[in-house]
């Protein structure tokens, strides 16, 4: 009987099978793993058009082990913001995952709750931003000037106004058009 079993080989080679199986079933497949980094998943991220096709990725992402890598977890923190047209909670679930957040993170959260709300909530990451280490810079304050303007509080503005200029920034351009619009908003038009 062993005799026998040795003797016998394969009608195909499992490549001729393989080959055979993928035209049959009439698919591409990759003969060899395909293993993604975080430059494919940015350009994927790219392509989503809906929060579901986020959450589709945003799994594969997790599941790759990139969820941690900076650069991906803000192109998919962007891309929450970007389409949630009433909701942060996708986005602040990633942020608030993250065990390491750059500067360009807390300002792509910071700039979603000034455009979608609560808006008092861009001024808590603001001030939570500081808490953390990170000095809110040039980018962050005219999203923070934007949630003041959006509540018409001229008061929490001005408190704001003061912390731009003890960082020396009410000089930059993006940081004084936003603190026209705020003063603006509130009705403080002498002020701008």
Same mark, same amino acid.
Request: hydrophobic share 40%; glycine share 6%.
């Given at each position: 009987?062993?005799?026998?079993?040795?003797?016998?080989?394969?009608?195909?080679?499992?490549?001729?099978?393989?080959?055979?199986?993928?035209?049959?079933?009439?698919?591409?497949?990759?003969?060899?793993?395909?293993?993604?980094?975080?430059?494919?998943?940015?350009?994927?991220?790219?392509?989503?058009?809906?929060?579901?096709?986020?959450?589709?990725?945003?799994?594969?992402?997790?599941?790759?082990?990139?969820?941690?890598?900076?650069?991906?977890?803000?192109?998919? $923190?962007?891309?929450?913001?970007?389409?949630?047209?009433?909701?942060?909670?996708?986005?602040?679930? *990633?942020?608030?995952?993250?065990?390491?957040?750059?500067?360009? =993170?807390?300002?792509? $959260?910071?700039?979603?709750?000034?455009?979608?709300?609560?808006?008092?909530?861009?001024?808590?990451?603001?001030?939570?931003?500081? =808490?953390?280490?990170?000095?809110?810079?040039?980018?962050?304050?005219?999203?923070?000037?934007?949630?003041?303007?959006?509540?018409?509080?001229?008061?929490?503005?001005? =408190? $704001?106004?003061?912390?731009? $200029?003890?960082?020396?920034?009410?000089?930059? *351009?993006?940081?004084?058009?936003?603190?026209?619009?705020?003063?603006?908003?509130?009705?403080?038009?002498?002020?701008?």
């Amino acid at each position: 009987m062993n005799v026998i079993a040795r003797q016998t080989k394969p009608l195909v080679s499992r490549t001729e099978a393989f080959n055979f199986l993928k035209s049959f079933i009439g698919v591409t497949t990759y003969t060899k793993p395909h293993y993604r980094n975080s430059y494919d998943y940015t350009d994927l991220l790219q392509q989503c058009t809906n929060t579901n096709s986020i959450k589709k990725l945003h799994a594969q992402i997790i599941i790759s082990g990139l969820h941690q890598n900076p650069f991906v977890a803000s192109k998919l $923190v962007a891309k929450y913001v970007e389409l949630s047209d009433s909701s942060m909670e996708d986005a602040r679930k *990633v942020f608030d995952e993250l065990t390491e957040s750059d500067e360009f =993170v807390w300002n792509v $959260v910071i700039q979603g709750y000034a455009n979608v709300g609560p808006f008092a909530e861009a001024i808590k990451m603001c001030n939570a931003m500081r =808490v953390s280490g990170l000095p809110p810079n040039r980018y962050t304050y005219p999203f923070v000037l934007k949630a003041c303007g959006a509540m018409r509080d001229g008061k929490q503005g001005k =408190v $704001v106004h003061g912390q731009i $200029v003890k960082a020396g920034l009410e000089l930059q *351009v993006f940081v004084g058009n936003a603190l026209v619009a705020l003063y603006s908003k509130c009705g403080e038009v002498e002020v701008s």
